[in-house]
């Protein structure tokens, strides 16, 4: 793609080796507005969200290509669900000609690295920019400063607290936490003790996740959360923090875990003491499938479609063509179950890769192909 000049921060690897996948955040007590015939099409399962939802006016910022676009990515470390993120949106990127430069920025898992980002790419005058945040705080500032330069800005995969932005595609993760928490009350028939592994400290994904898996609780008075700690969807974090949790008292019914990294790391202490993994809840990523069909656990796998990343470049093509945008969009597929792991399980593919996607079958291959 010799169109494409893909300007990476301090993150080289995203040279996609190979065995290369949010995480979102809107809560939504209502269904999401179905789509009228002239609305943008950005993800499937992906609507306006209700409620007072403004649009941008046809032709606001449209603008002949050649185009720049910039994006800010909270971090490209750990996770492979933020991998594919990347690869998500610079094959979009491949599909516009229009699109001579795509600068991309990886905080690191950094507020103060993802500040002086934003910064660069607004001195790079780009033509939109595209945001993932760290925390609600680390973009607001450059994303006030960008909108003041007439720069529209695209916010995906967290929320921010400044309204200042054009446009926000997010998951619905409160949503997300809720329904694994009601599949565990389910499961245990509504007593039970828990144990909780939540994300990254502060990142709003985290927050909202576990704000609805607490609600969910709070309404089972037979649930009784034993342990609540943070693993950074980390494997390594999770099986220190579990192994502890085991040694201490080994007395779980149910874990809940907002990623499928810190899944494997529970189940896998479970293992190494030769006890029976409890329920335990997922993601959907095809890792964590594999274990799940192999090792016949019981579990259900909420959805964080790593195409949200190409997502919010389509917005960011459409606002430059001059189409309208509403100002939020929500995410909300339905989770992976026993009734549907066949469907969305890939044996053919790396347990790196994640579900759904719209990456093209040689991409896959190229990707995330079995060794």
Not at 270 to 294: C, M, S
Request: net charge neutral.
């Amino acid at each position: 793609m010799s169109y494409v000049r893909w300007v990476v921060g301090a993150m080289s690897a995203l040279a996609f080796s190979g065995s290369l996948l949010l995480s979102p955040t809107v809560s939504v007590a209502q269904s999401p507005a179905a789509p009228s015939s002239d609305t943008v099409v950005l993800l499937p399962d992906t609507n306006p969200a209700p409620g007072n939802n403004p649009q941008t006016k046809p032709g606001e910022f449209a603008k002949k290509g050649p185009w720049k676009i910039g994006m800010s990515h909270y971090g490209l470390a750990g996770s492979t669900h933020t991998y594919q993120t990347a690869h998500e949106a610079e094959y979009e990127v491949s599909k516009h000609p229009e699109i001579n430069q795509y600068l991309f920025r990886s905080a690191d898992l950094s507020a103060a690295k993802q500040a002086a980002d934003i910064e660069d790419l607004i001195a790079q005058k780009v033509d939109v920019l595209i945001v993932a945040p760290l925390t609600p705080s680390s973009a607001s500032a450059g994303i006030k400063k960008a909108r003041a330069a007439g720069i529209p800005v695209i916010v995906y995969l967290g929320k921010v607290n400044t309204d200042d932005y054009t446009t926000d595609i997010q998951g619905d993760d409160y949503f997300f936490g809720k329904v694994m928490a009601e599949y565990l009350i389910k499961k245990l028939n509504g007593k039970g003790n828990v144990w909780m592994l939540r994300g990254v400290p502060g990142h709003p994904i985290d927050d909202d996740r576990h704000r609805g898996a607490m609600d969910a609780f709070k309404a089972a008075p037979g649930i009784k959360v034993v342990a609540d700690q943070y693993a950074n969807w980390l494997y390594d974090d999770s099986k220190k923090v579990c192994e502890s949790l085991y040694l201490s008292n080994p007395k779980v019914d149910g874990i809940w875990t907002d990623g499928a990294n810190m899944s494997m790391g529970c189940e896998d202490v479970f293992k190494q003491f030769g006890t029976k993994v409890p329920p335990i809840t997922g993601e959907a990523n095809n890792g964590w499938l594999r274990r799940w069909k192999d090792d016949k656990l019981s579990s259900i796998a909420p959805i964080c479609p790593p195409g949200l990343s190409a997502a919010a470049v389509k917005a960011a093509v459409a606002l430059l063509e001059g189409k309208p945008l509403y100002h939020h969009y929500v995410n909300r597929p339905e989770p992976i179950t026993d009734a549907t792991l066949t469907k969305y399980f890939r044996p053919d593919l790396s347990d790196g890769f994640w579900l759904p996607t719209a990456l093209p079958e040689a991409k896959l291959h190229q990707y995330y192909a079995l060794k």
